[in-house]
């Protein structure tokens, strides 16, 4: 069973609409990443889709995110336990880093195939889970 601790996560029913909503919005950022040729965009969506992926699966399992210091982390964590893959972390986890060392100090630049292999990782997660 996964604990989804007090401190981040909040007991919250959700309606189906609400779920559906949630969906939608994780693959329409995964659209403009599948779409872009400019690595930062792929980044960013990727990224953003993975953790609105992550947002849409703690939702079905009646739990909301509360958003305080560390809460993408803790979405990696679950998203992670929940689908049973330690590479989400790991890898969520990288890019998480990466676009923080980007946002808040201006350091990082992500290239062409660096982009395109992160995206490949969120596609592949978005294929163990039916979204739509």
């Known amino acids: 069973m996964i604990n989804f601790e007090r401190q981040y996560f909040q007991k919250l029913s959700f309606k189906e609409e609400q779920i ?62 929940l689908l049973k893959d330690e590479d989400i972390l790991v890898l969520g986890n990288k890019m998480r880093q990466e676009r923080n060392f980007n946002l808040y100090d201006g350091g990082f630049f992500v290239g062409e195939k660096d982009s395109r292999e992160y995206l490949n990782f969120v596609k592949n997660v978005f294929k163990k889970v039916d979204i739509k």
């Open 20 to 81: 559906k909503q949630f969906s939608k919005s994780a693959l329409h950022d995964l659209k403009i990443a599948e779409e872009s040729d400019i690595p930062d965009v792929i980044f960013k969506f990727s990224y953003d889709a993975l953790i609105k992926l992550g947002i849409v699966l703690i939702a079905k399992k009646g739990y909301k995110i509360r958003s305080t210091s560390g809460h993408h982390v803790k979405i990696l964590e679950k998203l992670s336990q």
